[in-house]
């Protein structure tokens, strides 16, 4: 089994707040913490702590946050040999956690705003191979990540965080777009579905081809997922919820690594939901992300 990871890579600067602030307002966080983050990394940490081989495309830049970056990556057991190290700062985040364990997020690019296209897709593991994108890293450079990545064999993913507006060609590309309600209403133009038959309803108009899937993540509701004459949904477990910061990420992860391994769709889905429900029990994005071990542990507690 095996992921290529192609996106963003940020130093996470985490502030823990009683509540999170309103536009114009000063509150005074209870605790800072830098913390690995970035949508591209973590979901390769989650890909990898589920135990595909993983490799990430990206960059860093040449600051702490950049050697820190690698290091944290490499002792993960990601492949950082497509990491590149460029001149100028890391990408950033500025994450702030409520009580309530919602956040806000603010990046800044750094070395994620210079990430190019690869020279071309190479194999890389055993196993299918699976090619996983998001949207905070230049859209030229994903475009032509997931194009290769298609005409090679893989199975490909698209993870539309955060919402941008990119090509059609994108999401033709995709075998899987996974998407969070506020992004599936951006990408439809229309106000974001309440509840899960009218997420599968607008999943379903968001479809471009027959073999594709649309995975709409609906937070402590779980997900539904849609395909030509398919429809999956899988509920959350209810767990207490301290931060859910990579939640999103860790679910794409493992979703990958799950997809690599050959699982059926559903299979995966079900794990991939386990693995989020646990990220959200702990601090962090890349820190909170679960190995193998504890997913397998809370799907027989879950079944039981
Ligand atoms: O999805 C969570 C991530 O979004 C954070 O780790 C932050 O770096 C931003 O990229």
């Not at 941008?164 to 033709?172: E, G, K, Q, R, S």
């Not at 767990?239 to 860790?250: E, Q």
């Not at 699982?263 to 429900?277: D, I, K, P, Y």
Request: hydrophobic share 50%.
């Amino acid at each position: 089994m095996s992921v290529t990871v192609f996106g963003s890579i940020n130093m996470d600067i985490v502030m823990r707040v009683d509540r999170l602030p309103k536009a114009g307002e000063t509150v005074a966080a209870s605790s800072l913490q830098h913390l690995p983050g970035g949508k591209g990394s973590n979901q390769a940490v989650a890909s990898a702590h589920f135990g595909a081989s993983t490799r990430m495309i990206g960059a860093v830049g040449s600051d702490e946050f950049g050697t820190a970056m690698r290091d944290f990556l490499a002792e993960t057991g990601v492949d950082i040999a497509g990491v590149d190290r460029l001149a100028g700062p890391t990408g950033l985040a500025h994450v702030f956690v409520s009580d309530e364990g919602e956040n806000q997020i603010v990046i800044v690019a750094g070395a994620n705003g210079d990430v190019a296209a690869p020279a071309g897709w190479t194999a890389f593991g055993e196993g299918r191979a699976v090619a996983l994108a998001q949207l905070e890293v230049p859209v030229a450079a994903t475009a032509a990540f997931l194009a290769q990545a298609r005409n090679g064999g893989a199975i490909t993913i698209l993870n539309t965080a955060p919402a941008l507006t990119i090509p059609d060609a994108m999401l033709d590309d995709a075998d899987l777009l996974i998407l969070n309600e506020t992004e599936l209403a951006f990408f439809l133009g229309t106000a974001p579905p309440e509840g899960r038959v009218a997420a599968a309803d607008a999943a379903r108009r968001l479809l471009r081809r027959t073999d594709q899937w649309v995975v709409v993540t609906l937070g402590g509701a779980g997900i539904v997922a849609v395909a030509h004459g398919d429809e999956i949904a899988v509920a959350a477990p209810r767990v207490p919820v301290v931060d859910t910061t990579g939640a999103g990420d860790t679910f794409c992860g493992v979703l990958a690594a799950g997809l690599s391994e050959g699982l059926a769709m559903a299979a995966a889905l079900r794990l991939a939901c386990t693995a989020a429900s646990l990220s959200v029990q702990r601090v962090g994005a890349a820190a909170s992300m679960p190995v193998r071990a504890e997913v397998d542990a809370a799907m027989t507690v879950a079944i039981a």
